[in-house]
């Protein structure tokens, strides 16, 4: 259904005509499958219904501006866009909204997101990167609203890079940097901070993006009024207006209904934007929602009669529709006659969508109802299995649940009998889930040989007089082998540039390497992270710098719902191997010394967290991660900068293993684990604590995302048979998933004399100051006490109650 000619070529009347009809074909199948979506959610076929209604027009002129190369970072309401760049049809269309697993079917997202998010593949089947200049591109849509913007802000830096940076292989990623990034979002989702904090960045960094707002004048019930100053985002965005005198953002007006004005306006944008390299908002105005916001109410609840007369005048397929009529393009029957096929191809294509989704779990059905006949047969329970057998066969449209819902049912009435059918019916039901899960739980980390636990460890090596240097030379050492070895290789972030990063880790690298490979970023923590997945998505291998930990909670939410999820809700057909390096632990202060790990682990999971003791440690992961193809937090420990370190003289080279714990100590009466700036602590104490007899083994966590997958903890647990956590995370944070991994996914329950125990931070955010500190989290002595308490329980007699 591409509809997407040279609009600089000469066209004839008759093939302006062939293209406007083309056009018009492309808005009436896009706003027939939304209606006819919306019928079949109601019907319960589907679960959701969000679509693009009332925005054709303006999508089919943003199509034509489109070209091969070109970045897309919208909202769910952009599906005449995608039919009209030939990456949407019907069948794709209904696949998305039954949620059809099969990701050749339903390419979008294999099931995994409702109807109204949109991707292409920038991956093959095997991981490797597409030729992303040779097609249109769609990063992948999220829900959340002005989600979208960060990454947009990122897929655009990417092509200014590839402009201006020297000797990166560009050969399935840019011509020359002429790629633009395309945003969409609606006018009411303008008033989220993720909208300014974008559009300020943009304008900041002057790359090629152009955003266009879809301004139907609500935001679900609610009108402009109550959303935007002026109720006109392009007027209040007007200082950002360029001049001759200052850098800025080309600002275009058009309304969504004309159709001629329309492609002036997306042609405009897109030489300004692909030539200049400046940011363009375009405003579309006068939009119409034919059918509301989505399936979930009716807009009829709180749009008044004049509005709803007026926007069935002002619908833009009506006015495109008249259009043809007024200038001989087409006849009245001419239209009627396309329109009604249309409609009849729209229902075909639904009805082709949805036996494509049935028929395998018609098949599954019969297979199960033929082994639940068979169990029934020879059980004393027969009546009871053959009602469950028939309640599902009676369902007409039934879903995967239940299928094997009534299958593991069954099992209950057979617990206590011995027959060769019933292991018949536990075998299927268990090789039902190991076929038909990771249809639904697949590709949440790398799968492919690139991932990060393919990356095997390389040991840092020392010469011979064994100099030791701070742990920040020793990131910077490293970081410029790096930029050195990755031409495509860049860092940014609040201070990372200029002056080198506040603790001097990368001094002097950016009078080195330039202001676009080594880069300040003003205080926007959100569209940091956005430019790295923008970056990432297109090839790139950046590095995003959060100053500290604490402030990891403003892009929390794009961390969570865009970065973690990419890998997973494209089924593997998209990446953003982004790299955020920050610092904390041990720090004095409510918002310079919070350790919100277990927020973290449980938010962005599909990232990995690694947490290394030291710097040495920490640039291994760095070597690791750039190694390989996966998205990682990484912790530096604060205190950690100005501690002296052997100095590695195989700088970029030595790499430090992903879910691998290391055992810094060993020992035999108790296993400590720990991770960053308290395991120092813990080393320390092992030394004291031997002196009262108490041998205890220490085990670095190092990766807390994965953690420990060769089991080393339950190893050493056999040994000691006792564990204890320390973190100085809050009492449930990082402990209480350690102990979940330890415990119930490694079985180490198992092995165990006693409790296991957690040593951890109060409650509370770390107070200020030296005794804050020592007041707030876990103290020398308050992890001394612990453990000795544990000896005490073991033997009274030789370790006395202390208090």
């Avoid at 989220?192 to 790359?207: K, M, R, S, Y």
Wanted: glycine share 8%.
């Amino acid at each position: 259904m591409s509809n997407n000619p040279d609009l600089k070529k000469e066209l004839s009347f008759n093939d302006f005509k062939a293209q406007v009809l083309e056009d018009y074909k492309v808005a009436v199948t896009s706003r027939e499958c939304s209606l006819l979506g919306r019928r079949e959610v109601l019907t319960g076929k589907a679960k959701f219904g969000i679509f693009g209604d009332g925005k054709e027009v303006p999508q089919l002129a943003w199509a034509k501006a489109f070209a091969n190369g070109d970045f897309r970072s919208g909202y769910y309401r952009d599906q005449t866009f995608m039919m009209a760049i030939g990456e949407l049809n019907i069948e794709t269309f209904f696949a998305g909204l039954y949620a059809n697993t099969d990701i050749k079917l339903e390419p979008m997202s294999g099931g995994r997101q409702m109807g109204g998010h949109f991707s292409t593949f920038s991956l093959d089947e095997k991981g490797n990167w597409n030729n992303l200049t040779k097609q249109k591109n769609s990063s992948s849509d999220i829900s959340p609203t002005a989600g979208q913007m960060p990454r947009l802000l990122g897929l655009a830096q990417a092509s200014k890079i590839y402009r201006n940076v020297n000797g990166i292989d560009t050969t399935n990623f840019s011509n020359k940097g002429n790629e633009i990034a395309w945003g969409t979002i609606g006018n009411a989702s303008t008033s989220e901070g993720l909208f300014f904090e974008t559009i300020n960045a943009a304008g900041v960094l002057q790359v090629p993006m152009v955003i266009s707002v879809w301004d139907d004048e609500y935001g679900i019930s609610v009108h402009a009024r109550h959303q935007t100053t002026k109720e006109n985002i392009s007027e209040i965005l007007s200082g950002f207006q360029r001049d001759d005198e200052t850098k800025g953002y080309e600002i275009l007006r058009v309304k969504g209904w004309d159709y001629v004005a329309l492609m002036k306006t997306y042609q405009e944008a897109a030489k300004i934007a692909r030539t200049e390299h400046v940011p363009v908002l375009v405003h579309v105005n006068e939009l119409t929602q034919p059918q509301g916001h989505s399936t979930s109410g009716s807009h009829e609840r709180y749009k008044n009669k004049e509005r709803l007369e007026w926007e069935a005048k002002t619908d833009c397929n009506v006015k495109l529709r008249e259009w043809m009529l007024e200038t001989g393009i087409s006849t009245d029957q001419e239209l009627i006659t396309l329109e009604k096929d249309i409609k009849k191809a729209v229902r075909e294509g639904k009805k082709a969508a949805w036996n494509a989704y049935l028929n395998p779990i018609l098949e599954e059905r019969m297979e199960a109802a033929a082994i639940i006949a068979e169990v029934a047969n020879t059980s004393a329970n027969k009546v009871f299995i053959e009602k469950i057998n028939n309640d599902m066969l009676a369902i007409l449209e039934p879903a995967r649940k239940d299928v094997v819902s009534a299958a593991r049912r069954v099992l209950r009435y057979v617990v206590s009998e011995d027959s060769s059918v019933k292991s018949k019916l536990l075998q299927w039901i268990n090789t039902y889930f190991s076929v038909v899960q990771p249809k639904y739980s697949s590709h949440l980390n790398n799968e492919t040989e690139n991932a990060t636990k393919n990356v095997e460890e390389v040991l840092p090596t020392y010469s011979s007089d064994n100099e030791e240097v701070d742990g920040r030379v020793i990131l910077r050492d490293n970081f410029d082998v790096i930029f050195n070895k990755y031409p495509e290789a860049l860092i940014f972030g609040e201070d990372a540039g200029n002056i080198g990063d506040v603790n001097q880790g990368l001094e002097g690298l950016q009078e080195k390497y330039g202001e676009l490979r080594v880069a300040d970023a003003g205080i926007r923590e959100a569209t940091i992270i956005g430019q790295g997945i923008g970056m990432a998505m297109r090839g790139l291998k950046p590095i995003a710098e959060i100053q500290y930990l604490d402030y990891i909670m403003y892009a929390l939410q794009i961390m969570s719902d865009d970065l973690a999820t990419l890998h997973y809700r494209t089924k593997g057909r998209q990446k953003a191997p982004l790299i955020v390096r920050t610092r904390g632990h041990r720090l004095e202060g409510i918002w310079h010394s919070g350790s919100q790990m277990g927020g973290v682990l449980n938010l962005i999971r599909g990232i990995h967290v690694l947490v290394p003791r030291n710097m040495t440690k920490a640039a291994g992961f760095y070597n690791t991660l750039l190694e390989s193809d996966e998205p990682a937090l990484v912790v530096e420990c604060l205190n950690g900068y100005r501690l002296k370190e052997p100095k590695p003289t195989n700088f970029g080279a030595f790499k430090t293993p992903i879910g691998v714990v290391e055992t810094v100590k060993e020992g035999k009466d108790i296993t400590l684990l720990s991770y960053g700036s308290t395991l120092r602590i813990v080393q320390d104490l092992a030394k004291e604590l031997l002196q009262v007899g108490i041998d205890v083994e220490v085990i670095d966590a190092q990766s807390l995302l994965p953690f420990d997958l060769n089991h080393d903890v339950v190893k050493s647990l056999e040994k000691t048979n006792r564990l204890m956590i320390i973190d100085e995370d809050v009492p449930g944070g990082a402990s209480a998933y350690l102990l979940d991994q330890i415990l119930n996914k490694q079985n180490g329950y198992k092995h165990l004399d006693s409790a296991p125990q957690t040593v951890t931070a109060k409650e509370h955010r770390p107070a200020y100051g030296t005794d804050g500190d020592y007041f707030s989290k876990p103290s020398a002595e308050d992890i001394y006490e612990a453990i000795y308490a544990v000896m005490h329980e073991m033997s009274p007699i030789d370790f006395p109650k202390l208090r």
